[in-house]
């Protein structure tokens, strides 16, 4: 289920791989209405273990060493979503701020939303955007205070999966193909990988602030299962999908001055 591709390519008298990184497939019947995120790169942090995915499907034998970038189904992406999650909460205990955002289809799997809620009682400030399904009870007394959900459906079907960390300021942020569901965390070949430019990563952020501030698509995913759409913030109406349009459109707007 991991969207990975890999290209080596020889330049002059060496070789150099690019690796494309995604949350969705390159398919022509979903490419106009869904909505994905992808890196294409040659980071060798990145290519390297990539092509170390590609050899374990083809010989079937697990890779050594450990992944080290890298968050794989089968190997080490439950064990690795675990010790982020614990991070916020250790920082949280020791009187910093804590933050947790994800972005998924559907959040499912038993283990995971028990560490979400021990992190929300531990002070963790989480917030979802859960487009599908949503096993998790937000903004219970002493139990979810600190988690609120919503979800937006919209013109685009919304499958990136984003998880950011906030991770004591040095924010930490991955794309995967990943939801949290345990066919995903525990049976599938999956890849969450990191982001490391800050060009990149402040546009993944910019896309989660966009989000989280829709008042027309989103609905808000609570206990009583209304899901009533999300209103307030002004008198300026937000739809989050065309807001990330002109976001892009003025990025692409800019000039390009030569020197």
Aim: glycine content about 6%.
């Amino acid at each position: 289920h991991a969207k990975l591709a890999l290209v080596t390519r020889k330049e002059n008298t060496q070789s150099t791989n690019y690796t494309y990184l995604g949350t969705g497939n390159f398919h022509e019947g979903t490419a106009t209405v869904y909505s994905d995120l992808g890196l294409f790169t040659t980071d060798t942090q990145l290519t390297d273990e990539v092509s170390r995915v590609f050899n374990h499907l083809e010989n079937i034998k697990a890779p050594i060493p450990p992944f080290n970038h890298l968050l794989i189904g089968q190997f080490n992406l439950r064990k690795g979503l675990h010790k982020l999650i614990d991070r916020e909460i250790k920082n949280v205990k020791a009187g910093k701020k804590g933050l947790i955002i994800l972005k998924l289809n559907s959040l499912q799997d038993p283990e995971m939303i028990k560490r979400l809620y021990d992190a929300s009682n531990a002070g963790v400030k989480i917030k979802l955007i859960i487009r599908g399904i949503c096993s998790i009870i937000p903004k219970v007394k002493n139990f979810s205070d600190n988690i609120q959900i919503i979800s937006i459906v919209d013109r685009f079907l919304e499958h990136a999966r984003i998880y950011y960390f906030y991770n004591n300021g040095k924010q930490a942020i991955y794309l995967s193909s990943a939801d949290w569901m345990t066919r995903n965390l525990s049976r599938r070949i999956e890849a969450a990988f990191p982001i490391y430019d800050s060009t990149i990563h402040k546009e993944i952020r910019d896309f989660l602030r966009i989000q989280l501030k829709d008042n027309v698509k989103a609905r808000i995913i609570d206990g009583k299962k209304d899901s009533n759409y999300k209103t307030g913030g002004g008198d300026m109406k937000i739809r989050a999908q065309i807001e990330t349009y002109y976001y892009l459109k003025r990025k692409s707007d800019i000039p390009i001055i030569s020197t």
